[in-house]
Nanobody, 114 residues
Framework: VQLQASGGGLVQTGGSLRLTCIASGSRFNFDSMGWYRQAPGKQRELVVSDSRGGSTEYADAVKGRFSFSRDNAKNTAYLHMNNLKPEDTAVYYC?????????WGQGTQLTVSS
């Protein structure tokens, strides 16, 4: 299973962006989909985790600004980011899981300028 993340870029403070992560090579849907991020010099941290048929959990730092959506038929996840701040600057990674796999995307860079 391969995940392809896209949509990162350079945006000004207060701007919006949407990240997309598409899975290929999987015969099955994913139970859990999520996004993580890693800023320079920091550990990777959870941004949002979504369990199919369950709950969506957001990091406190992004609550009210980021929203997650998924298209199970397309094995695709989205991260809608609004009111972006410089502290959101990081490489964003998608992560999809089911019983058989725990896959990570290659990361997409988001830079928010002040």
């Amino acid at each position: 299973v391969q995940l392809q993340a896209s949509g990162g870029g350079l945006v000004q403070t207060g701007g919006s962006l949407r990240l997309t992560c598409i899975a290929s090579g999987s015969r099955f849907n994913f139970d859990s989909m999520g996004w993580y991020r890693q800023a320079p010099g920091k550990q990777r941290e959870l941004v949002v985790s979504d369990s199919r048929g369950g709950s969506t959990e957001y990091a406190d730092a992004v609550k009210g600004r980021f929203s997650f959506s998924r298209d199970n038929a397309k094995n695709t996840a989205y991260l809608h980011m609004n009111n972006l701040k410089p502290e959101d600057t990081a490489v964003y990674y998608c992560n999809f899981r089911n019983y058989w796999v725990n896959s990570w995307g290659q990361g997409t860079q988001l830079t928010v300028s002040s």
